[in-house]
């Protein structure tokens, strides 16, 4: 069976991650010259070396959860992934749910829904009422009539 696919990005962090990863690039020059001092004799700059990297590191790391996309994936089955630049993790597989139409001019979103959509115009927000957890999703037409078909359930009130 062929898949249907939407996607979403969570960029809005996008600035801050250049940031910084450019303060994390400039680190990483000063400990190429605290290496080439080091190897030329001062012992003490291995210290700074060593801070450094853990400098660089702490810059880095948390980069790597800034920016993420949201992915929609029906095959088999609808099932939601967060993408990040280094891994795909499952969000959830949906198996046993129930579907709400979610008003987004006129209700607020509780504070325990989980949003997984940006703030796309075209799309319907409903929510997702699992076992584990209540999900707020963008879906577009074809999406919603390939859930509702395929596991055989109608929108609730």
Do not use: W
Not at 113 to 130: N, S, W
């Amino acid at each position: 069976m062929n898949s249907y696919k939407l996607s979403y990005s969570f960029d809005e962090k996008k600035p801050l991650k250049t940031a910084l990863l450019a303060i994390a690039l400039g680190i990483d020059i000063a400990n190429l010259t605290f290496l080439m001092a080091a190897i030329n004799g001062d012992c003490k700059q291995f210290a700074y070396l060593a801070v450094g990297i853990v400098v660089m590191l702490a810059l880095r790391l948390p980069t790597l959860k800034l920016t993420f996309r949201t992915e929609y994936v029906f095959k088999d089955g609808f099932a939601v992934y967060s993408i990040y630049p280094h891994k795909k993790e499952l969000v959830f597989f949906l198996s046993d749910f129930e579907i709400y139409p979610f008003d987004k001019e006129k209700d607020v979103l509780p504070e325990n829904v989980k949003k997984l959509y940006t703030a796309e115009g075209d799309a319907e927000i409903y929510l997702l009422k699992t076992i584990e957890c209540v999900y707020a999703v963008a879906l577009d037409d074809y999406m919603l009539a390939l859930i509702l078909s395929f596991y055989g359930k109608s929108l609730a009130d």
